[in-house]
């Protein structure tokens, strides 16, 4: 039961995060003007997730090619990295998705998913 709790907690963090991201470019839509946000968001975006993947290069892609390193070599990553790249998957997520780029959110979700499972199991063992 908790780690439902935990589980769609992590599920209403991603949707927040996302929101906020959004929000950010429908307001800088309004100051700014589409035709110039539409040029400058992508950039910044790009930006933003260039130096998250510097810093967790797991969070680059979908998330669909990492997740068998996550799931086979957890406690060799450790508990903090895992968790570290959980949150900042989320971000690159709401990042991507807030500003313009393509893409889904299936497997992203996913692959934070299998981060917070492989925490479950360090911490707990189960």
Do not use: H, W
């Amino acid at each position: 039961m908790l780690f439902g709790i935990i589980s769609g907690c992590l599920g209403l963090t991603c949707l927040v995060i996302m929101g906020v991201f959004r929000t950010i470019n429908q307001r800088m839509e309004l100051r700014m003007g589409k035709a110039k946000a539409t040029l400058v968001m992508p950039v910044v975006g790009g930006l933003l997730i260039g130096l998250i993947g510097v810093a967790f290069p797991l969070t680059f892609g979908d998330g669909s090619l990492q997740l068998k390193y996550v799931v086979s070599n957890a406690s060799e990553f450790g508990r903090d990295y895992l968790i570290g790249t959980m949150i900042m998957k989320m971000l690159a997520l709401g990042i991507s998705l807030g500003f313009g780029f393509i893409g889904g959110q299936i497997f992203p979700i996913i692959f934070v998913g299998a981060c917070a499972g492989a925490v479950a199991n360090l911490v707990s063992g189960v």
